[in-house]
């Protein structure tokens, strides 16, 4: 985390009734709306991690018997199944292959086979595989038959460009410690108002009070009045304040570009490796490298090394990928390049004592080399 988010949780406490705490709310709507890239969606900061901001958009939006058609493409995507499965959702999972975007074709023969369907759900950045999904064809789709759009944003608001008016979304949550490069336990979310107005008039009260997006509008101000609805984790707002700040004085395209530039060197750095990536150039993250671990290695033992030997932790695959891929992670703060080099240096020196020779010092000199070109 910058300094400068660590240093604002440390202050004085401020009453979360305190008049002056309500105005540290409107400034943090606004500056998610700049961050979403919305002038119409209604901002706040859900009181919960990224997951709450998932269930927070199925309790509200959805209503029991509803129909919900789910692309499923990763780890993160079977989560929504399981969610939407609790609100009693009529859910239809379309299931891709990991590691891939999601064909919106799939979406649109299915969307042919319902007389209504009241939601269709996406994971921007899907995590566990690597991938940067394209939203606008199946944000399309979802218009033409007059259903909201979800879309998980939790990877990639602030990291790359997440349009919410431009790719017609509803709902898009997000999380504090992936992009925003804050603490984890906030999760910034924007409605549009056809989203709204399906949360403040459901036929059912939402089986979750405390994730009731209708009821947290009104305390974030989108009501014809402000309604206190909890206890806000007063700290955590002041930090995610001081995170967006950062955002917005690097300027999103600069973040965007630096989130790239930093990607492609630790690729030029896998590669010279002679480790594989997962994804293709054109749909990979930027925040998440995927590499397939060479046959023979112990998948542990080579996570162990890094973090116990040098400090530095890589996650392992989730779901189809576990045991299979490293997950390798540069974003918000930690997309940097000495980050980069102290990785590959590192991998250059366990690799060959676990049984996968390299040419030392091959890794570092591909991604300076593609830095310098940069």
């Avoid at 989560?79 to 990991?98: H, K, S, Y």
Wanted: hydrophobic content about 45%; glycine content about 10%; overall charge negative.
């Amino acid at each position: 985390m910058n300094p400068r988010v660590l240093k604002v949780m440390t202050q004085g406490m401020i009453g979360y009734l305190d008049p002056d705490f309500t105005k540290i709310m409107d400034e943090v709507t606004d500056l998610i709306r700049r961050v979403y890239q919305t002038k119409d969606g209604r901002t706040m900061a859900l009181s919960g991690t990224g997951m709450a901001g998932m269930e927070a958009g199925f309790a509200s939006l959805v209503e029991p018997g509803d129909t919900v058609i789910m692309c499923i493409y990763g780890y993160f995507c079977e989560r929504m199944v399981e969610i939407g499965t609790r609100v009693q959702a009529n859910v239809v999972p379309l299931r891709a292959d990991w590691g891939a975007p999601f064909p919106a074709e799939l979406l649109e023969q299915e969307l042919k086979k319902h007389k209504n369907v009241k939601m269709v759900s996406a994971v921007h950045a899907e995590t566990s595989t690597g991938v940067r999904q394209p939203l606008q064809d199946l944000s399309r789709l979802t218009r033409e038959h007059d259903a909201l759009f979800m879309v998980d944003a939790v990877t990639s608001l602030g990291g790359v460009e997440v349009a919410f008016d431009d790719w017609g979304m509803d709902y898009a949550y997000a999380a504090t410690q992936k992009c925003l490069g804050c603490p984890p336990g906030l999760s910034p979310v924007s409605l549009s108002e056809r989203a709204l107005h399906v949360a403040q008039n459901r036929k059912s009260k939402p089986f979750t009070w405390y994730l009731d997006l209708g009821m947290l509008a009104n305390y974030w101000g989108w009501g014809e009045k402000r309604v206190y609805h909890h206890t806000a984790p007063v700290s955590m707002i002041l930090a995610l304040r001081e995170g967006l700040r950062l955002v917005l004085e690097e300027g999103l395209e600069n973040r965007f570009k630096r989130h790239v530039r930093n990607a492609a060197a630790l690729a030029a750095g896998l590669r010279a490796l002679g480790l594989k990536l997962v994804v293709p150039d054109e749909y990979r993250l930027s925040q998440i490298t995927l590499v397939w671990i060479p046959d023979g290695i112990d998948d542990a033992e080579v996570r162990g090394r890094l973090l116990m030997s040098h400090g530095i932790e890589i996650g392992a695959g989730l779901g189809d990928f576990a045991g299979r891929v490293w997950r390798i992670g540069l974003m918000g703060e930690s997309s940097k390049q000495e980050n980069i080099i102290t990785l590959l240096s590192a991998l250059e020196k366990i690799l060959p004592e676990v049984g996968y020779e390299v040419a030392v010092g091959s890794g570092v000199k591909a991604a300076e080399d593609a830095l310098a070109s940069s």
